[in-house]
């Protein structure tokens, strides 16, 4: 049996839930696929919204369960669409503080590490499934220069620098729940239960995909 | 028993589902509210998006039902809040063809009639109470101009015509469903159930407020 | 020789300059046309940001110029073109206070007058016209209901109970100066050149359009 | 006297003009600086919107020109701002087709390349000088897949295999002119001479600037 490893963070800006949590814990033990050769459990944990200390977290549970397929998940209040990101770039610039006060700008976050790194998901073939699922989805190229693009990087990362082992892992980004937009006008949002199908969406097409397919998910600029 | 109608369109635009008919249709028959004095029954029904059909079906559910209160709701792809339109206008002004292949432009709706009539609906207590519900919601200064504002501005002159008699009436926009933006990249949406919800809100507020509270819902521009 | 007045607004919501005032100005004086049957000369004035004061300092200008066309102009920051307004309501509901501190929500205008005026001037010409001229403009449905549209209304609830006198009236919504939208992260803007621009464009083929044209300029919501 | 090397690129998408070329082209021959010791003379050069041919262009005026500053600039149609690119990432994913009818899809762009290179312009020295001169700018963090992505890798990567020799490069998106916008409806703009301004800033900072300030430029995600 294979572990999918889910985080979610906890809440931050002031928001008194944060929509990856709610998402990912309501996945946890829950089984992915009826072949027992190809299914998997899901883990869900929760990080907190820190530099640094998230992804001390985020490789302290790679130790832990050794999961097969990582895919952190984070909140993007104003997007419309669950984001499958590209690309995590090595770098943290702060807008807000973090939940620990701290707010970097333009610090590198692996001195010794690459510019950026790739998802190692295969993110076309999640954002035609979710699509194809009536979830709606996008390719998105930046996760942002906070604490999810700071997780991001951080996982791949450390699975870069443990030879992955065959550990695939990316990030999603995710829109904010309808409650929460009902205290931003304007927000879209996204409700928990499709954003819950949506997360099983992209765990069992990553699963089942070794490798990406071939489909349009660029943006011109 | 007081009679609540609610009005949804069929398709239009090449969409399979209009969500505004998925809506209401889901609470035709529903009681709203504990106190018999106050309780009322919901009857939902279709109307055509046709210019002309859509106000004539409107007229006929009047003289049929006699309702108390008419809340047509109709689909605003790309909107991401249920929207509680505040005016409709005197005017047709059709950006694509209705499904009858009519595409009028800057037409008047009834010859006789003013320039515009307000919502008789308590718009600010209806956004007000759905965004407790955890409901995105906003007044809206336009119900844009194609058969929404048309099968509107039509009920309205109706309800003026006939003085009334204590009928009010109004308009609400909603989003995509999910099902759908995930056809339309980067459309917002809210779920089906999100929807039915907020309307249930909606009604139970018109039938509970008589004077609608002072709070801001208006646009600098 | 005709007259045609054009208003601007003293600068609000903090901001030093208001690009209505300073696009004006830029014209006071000049002629339009060289026909002299067909020509007309431009004077600019100020009105204050204030609800009440705005409306009785236009009608006062109607009154010392007695002007063919009138042109309210107003800033609207976050749009991205020069909106030619299609209607005004009769509805005050302000979300910031005027320059003089009031804040009325849900007051009407003009107790005796109708919900709505349309404009008088060809929207669909203007907008047609520049376009051709490279100036990004739209018909909009709204001017909101903050000091503009009041002021718009009061324009056309005069010049209406004045049996018109062949006077022509309306409201345009422009952008933010560059400069403006440079404190404003993510705000649209247009050059004052531009603006200065389109308004002889607007006021030109407003000297030159009886009956405005057929083109479509509506919204679906 | 150093040479500052501006490229713009030919009309794509169906436009009949490239903002990008018609700003850098106005700048041809201009100097930078009163001071002899770091003024500059700006060579403006345009570079076909072919994948492929555009880096090999750009590798050849490399040669050619031996700058000190090469600062690449495309068109953004649908940004409201100059946008001051972070980081290029080491991938084609095209919507449309190139100007040769090439639309590649996730294809690497240097076989042995890393998988981004960040800009080695003072981005944030930029965007701040940028706004103290009332033009609208902000840091971007991402330039998107096509073509101007696949030139600011190609550029960061030719300079990094010349051991840089001190000349630094970076990426700038701008928005439609105004009449571009005019065709486009919502579509934000800006003026030429706003663009032509703000690239004389960009340069000018560049000159003066040896190393970035700290200042926020970050997305939440």
Redesign the interface.
């Given at each position: 049996m294979r572990t999918v490893l889910l985080t979610g963070f906890e809440p931050f800006?002031k928001e008194p839930v944060n929509p990856s949590w709610e998402a990912v814990r309501a996945l946890d033990g829950q089984r992915i696929g009826d072949d027992p050769a190809r299914s998997a459990i899901i883990v869900a944990r929760q990080l907190p919204c820190v530099f640094g200390a998230a992804i001390s977290g985020m490789v302290a549970l790679l130790d832990e369960l050794k999961p097969d397929v990582v895919i952190a998940v984070?909140?993007?209040?104003?997007?419309?669409?669950m984001?499958i990101e590209?690309?995590a770039?090595n770098?943290?610039?702060?807008?807000?503080a973090d939940n620990a006060g701290a707010q970097p700008?333009?610090t590198t976050i692996a001195t010794e590490g690459?510019?950026?790194?790739?998802s190692t998901l295969p993110i076309?073939a999640i954002t035609r499934d979710?699509?194809?699922?009536?979830?709606?989805?996008?390719v998105s190229?930046?996760?942002?220069?906070?604490v999810?693009?700071h997780v991001f990087y951080g996982l791949m990362h450390a699975l870069a620098q443990r030879g992955h082992g065959g550990t695939r892992g990316g990030f999603i980004?995710i829109p904010y729940l309808?409650?929460q937009?009902?205290?931003h006008?304007?927000?879209?949002?996204?409700?928990l239960?499709?954003l819950i199908a949506g997360l099983r969406v992209a765990v069992a097409t990553t699963l089942n995909t070794a490798a990406?397919v071939?489909?349009?998910?660029?943006?011109?600029?």
């Open positions: 800006d984070g909140q993007a209040g104003g997007r419309t669409e984001s590209r690309i770039i770098v943290d610039d702060a807008r807000i700008i333009d690459p510019a950026a790194y790739f076309k979710l699509r194809e699922a009536g979830v709606p989805a996008m190229q930046t996760a942002g220069t906070f999810c693009n980004h309808p409650e937009a009902a205290r006008p304007g927000a879209p949002s996204l409700a239960d499709t990406d071939r489909e349009q998910g660029g943006q011109l600029h």
